[in-house]
């Protein structure tokens, strides 16, 4: 029996892939019937904690529900919200970007960002140790984020796929496709100092990356040729 219920929207924020601009959407459209989850902090805890803690945050969702949200949009695993769609309908949908590119903005963002007084360790680690960036690219530590992120959800689970590169074009169909209005796009949280060439311009580096973080090279990949 399929489940019954006011539907769900969980939005997985990949960060650097857009999603504060993809916010101001959500919030628009939501008003007071959307939340902000980023208590979990996926980036900063290593991948069995991450994984646990999505575990037990299922079990309580299962049990205690979310009245009064119609969306939650934030950085957290996908694992999280599965036991929850046995009671009530969910809609996943996230966005992707170039995972090389993905990762030298994300290096740039901590770098400029950084606060001692509310960094969290990994961040404080990647400063305060002067990481470079071929470290925080080849290091273990945010290896295949973005496939992490949707760990335990089936592809075809996903109802969107938006993909960063052609930002305006997929917010459009986002907005048409899962929430039915027509909506500009809204532009946040970008570098200002971002050049409009590859932020890796070494295609031997382009490599090492790709190599590393294979499983969202491939996911990215599938996402540009279905079209999600």
Not at 14 to 22: L, R, Y
Not at 80 to 108: G, I, M, Q
Not at 182 to 197: F, H, I, L, S
Request: aromatic share 10%; net charge positive; proline share 8%.
């Amino acid at each position: 029996m399929p489940p019954a219920g006011k539907p769900l929207l969980v939005s997985i924020h990949v960060p650097k892939t857009g999603g504060m601009s993809f916010q101001r959407t959500l919030e628009a459209h939501f008003g007071d019937r959307f939340r902000r989850d980023d208590a979990d902090r996926p980036a900063n805890t290593g991948p069995l904690r991450r994984r646990l803690r999505a575990l037990r945050a299922a079990l309580a969702l299962a049990r205690d529900g979310l009245a009064g949200v119609d969306c939650v949009h934030g950085h957290f695993l996908a694992a999280k919200w599965l036991l929850l769609a046995r009671r009530r309908p969910v809609t996943f949908v996230t966005w992707l970007r170039d995972p090389v590119e993905r990762l030298a903005s994300h290096y740039h963002y901590w770098r400029r960002s950084y606060d001692p007084a509310t960094a969290l360790p990994l961040h404080r680690r990647a400063v305060e140790e002067d990481w470079t960036f071929e470290r925080f690219a080849l290091g273990p530590e945010l290896r295949d984020l973005a496939t992490e992120l949707l760990w335990r959800l089936p592809r075809e689970r996903l109802a969107f796929v938006g993909l960063t590169e052609t930002y305006e074009a997929d917010h459009a169909a986002f907005c048409r496709r899962i929430l039915g209005i027509a909506r500009p796009p809204t532009t946040e949280n970008v570098n200002p100092e971002a050049a409009p060439d590859p932020y890796v311009a070494d295609p031997a580096l382009r490599r090492r990356i790709a190599e590393h973080h294979r499983q969202d090279v491939e996911l990215y990949a599938w996402a540009k040729s279905t079209g999600r």
